[in-house]
T-cell receptor, first 118, second 113 residues
Framework: SQTIHQWPATLVQPVGSPLSLECTVE??????LYWYRQAAGRGLQLLFY??????ISSEVPQNLSASRPQDRQFILSSKKLLLSDSGFYLC?????????????????FGPGTRLLVL | TQLLEQSPQFLSIQEGENLTVYCNSS?????LQWYRQEPGEGPVLLVT?????EVKKLKRLTFQFGDARKDSSLHITAAQPGDTGLYLC?????????????FGTGTRLKVLA
């Protein structure tokens, strides 16, 4: 079975400090990977998605960046955190199907990382 | 512009009551998913609807995908305190690009015992 891990679970960081959140997936190969941010009690905002190693698409201009150094590893980073970066960060994966046609597949979410920037 | 609008945003009801949550868009989606999220946890999938007009049932939950695949609804019969949570709809909006899931604004449900 597939599992998705995120760490840390909770993080408190000062403004201006760097950030590194990690997400790993087990039990599947070549997944699509996603980073979302969620404001308290609200919907999810897509930040980045990746369809393969080294392939990152950014959705929202910001001081965050993402990398995919390995097939099942997705990292969210920042060189200097802002107060507005506080939130609940969720990593997700979905099956990637070969060929040009996209098939509707479910996204599976990790447990999330709560980030508080002070 | 929010592609998926959910209503209501907040709902507080008594145990045993029925309720319906709506997920609406002016765009066509290839599929829609419904998730429930507990505080401090990631969303958990409830159902995926793919065909226009499709109706799926999951115990006391009934999900419907609109004929034109622009909207969906979630109906809960005889709500229980365990149904409390944040309900999110999400869909793949192909004109926005493949592999991109658009999430709704969320409906926070509280069922009182």
């Amino acid at each position: 079975s597939q599992t998705i891990h995120q760490w840390p679970a909770t993080l408190v960081q000062p403004v201006g400090s760097p950030l590194s959140l990690e997400c790993t997936v087990e039990g599947t190969s070549n997944p699509n990977l996603y980073w979302y941010r969620q404001a308290a009690g609200r919907g999810l905002q897509l930040l980045f998605y990746s369809v393969g190693i080294g392939q990152i698409s950014s959705e929202v201009p910001q001081n965050l960046s993402a990398s995919r150094p390995q097939d099942r590893q997705f990292i969210l980073s920042s060189k200097k955190l802002l107060l507005s970066d506080s939130g609940f960060y969720l990593c997700a994966w979905s099956v990637r199907w070969p060929g040009a046609w996209f098939r509707s597949e479910t996204q599976y979410f990790g447990p999330g990382t709560r980030l508080l920037v002070l | 512009t929010q592609l998926l609008e959910q209503s209501p945003q907040f709902l507080s009801i008594q145990e045993g009551e029925n309720l319906t949550v709506y997920c609406n868009s002016s765009s066509v989606f290839s599929s829609l998913q419904w998730y429930r999220q507990e505080p401090g946890e990631g969303p958990v999938l409830l159902v995926t609807v793919v065909t226009g007009g499709e109706v799926k049932k999951l115990k006391r939950l009934t999900f419907q995908f609109g004929d034109a695949r622009k909207d969906s609804s979630l109906h809960i019969t005889a709500a229980q305190p365990g149904d409390t949570g944040l309900y999110l709809c999400a869909g793949v909006h192909l004109p926005s690009g493949t592999y991109k899931y658009i999430f709704g604004t969320g409906t926070r449900l509280k069922v009182l015992a």
